[in-house]
């Protein structure tokens, strides 16, 4: 297990300069410029949110943990911040007549069962013209497994996670992993998040693909490893499957198709 995964604020710096960095530019270039209202879904301890605070817009965020809410509002405090953050699960939550002009969704659907259900919300939420940024690791990629949280050397074990779930689950234990990081690791496994598939839960929920990107050396892997961001070779990037090998990262932005 990497230090960013103990030190909470080290994460939360580490988020809002990827978001600095590369988020923001990249929705700036196909347009979004500074949107009024903007909701992080999985916020965290709301990294992301932080670089479109300071730059004046009105943040929201929500996360299903609390003690990761309470780090968020601790952190956005010691800077003269204060977001909008709360608990809560974004499809069942009852929104009203909130709507935004930018919904980020970094690193979440890859844990949630139910795709289709959030993008939909989603969709719902979004004020007209408003545009949703998701990020997510594929899940054949060499750590898509989440396995960099395990405390023993299997957090530097590539494509484990590949195993067959059973193999995968007597490994962990092998290793000396706790209940917590198994049940953790193998929901992944369960919940996992290939680039077809997510394109399909796109199509089926009211989105359309403005823009896509896949990346072969993520963005944010400049703030942890020092590795520039490398775009998935075109060729690679049209190869079904194949890519999702290589892929450490996407960066989709999505308007509504009606």
């Known amino acids: 297990m990497q230090k960013r995964h103990t030190d909470r604020e080290m994460y939360f710096e580490e988020q809002s300069r990827t978001a600095s960095q590369y988020y923001w530019p990249y929705l700036q270039q196909y347009g979004i410029i500074k949107p009024r209202k903007v909701l992080e879904i999985g916020c965290g301890e709301g990294g992301n949110l ?3 605070a300071q730059a004046g817009c009105e943040v929201y965020g929500m996360d299903l943990c609390r003690q990761r809410i309470r780090q968020a509002e601790q952190f956005f405090r010691k800077r003269g911040l204060r977001p909008h953050l709360w608990v809560g699960d974004a499809v069942t939550y009852n929104w009203g007549e909130e709507r935004f002009d930018l919904i980020l969704l970094h690193d979440v659907i ?4 139910d795709k289709k259900g959030l993008l939909r919300k989603m969709h719902d939420l979004l004020a007209p013209g408003g545009v949703a940024f998701v990020g997510f690791p594929a899940w054949q990629m060499p750590f898509g497994g989440h396995q960099q949280i395990a405390r023993s050397r299997l957090s530097l074990c590539p494509w484990i996670h590949l195993l067959p779930a059973s193999v995968y689950q007597k490994l962990l234990y ?3 992993e706790t209940d917590e990081t198994v049940r953790e690791l ?12 997510f394109q399909h839960v796109v199509q089926e929920s009211g989105f359309r693909v403005q823009q896509r990107t896949l990346f072969l050396i993520n963005p ?3 703030i942890k490893f ?11 990037a049209r190869l079904p499957w194949l890519r999702n090998f290589c892929c450490s990262g996407t960066f989709y932005l999505l308007k509504s198709a009606r």
């Open 226 to 236: 020092g590795l520039h961001p490398v775009a998935l070779p075109s060729l690679i």
């Open 186 to 197: 193998l929901a992944i496994r369960d919940t996992r998040c290939t680039i077809e598939h």
């Open 50 to 52: 932080l670089p479109f």
């Open 220 to 222: 944010h892997y400049q």
């Open 174 to 176: 092998k290793a000396g």
């Open 110 to 113: 890859e844990h949630v069962a």
